[in-house]
């Protein structure tokens, strides 16, 4: 039980580390956004590089950090949950909850999802695709890698969260309370 537990505490520090170093693209993104905000009051652009490529670049960054996150926000508890299931029920038994979600619908999905993300990341790469617009950005497979890479990065905090509820459940009380919350306190 308490290699489940280290092995959970690695995932949680480096999906934390990926979190902190990817949420410097929230700064490049505000910058990126208020350039074209203020390019198209201004009526300003830089020839060969107009709106269309500021725009293509605001939605990459955007996924890129939405994708980056979204292991860590759920190693920290910070998605989106549906309370009407486990609104009166003990940290047990949300805890039972979970890996029956885990093993029945996340792992499947992961598994899946995954594996056709590098297919599609793949595919782009190896036909070097670009924008659909005329000048539009190059290089889409850098954010559909993004995808894979995100998926991955969700592959990971499942496999943490699963080890955590698992020494939960079945591991001595001292290991189950320090398995109750994630080893990251950022």
Known sequence: ??????????IDGI???IARLFGWL???LVVVICWDVLTRK???QIPGFGSTPIQELEWHLHGALFLSWLGYAYIRNSHVRIDVFTANKTERQKAKLEVFGILVFAIPYCIV??????LFAQVSFLQNERSDAPNGLE????MKGCLFLGLVLVDAAVASVLMRK????????DLAA???SPATSH
């Open 42 to 44: 201004l009526g300003f």
């Open 113 to 118: 999802a995954t594996y056709f993300s590098f």
């Open 178 to 180: 320090r398995a109750s």
């Open 166 to 173: 698992l020494v939960l459940l079945f591991g001595p009380p």
């Open 26 to 28: 929230f700064i490049a």
């Open 139 to 142: 290089y889409r497979w850098i």
């Open 15 to 17: 999906l934390a580390r």
């Open 1 to 10: 039980m308490q290699a489940l537990l280290n092995a959970s505490d690695v």
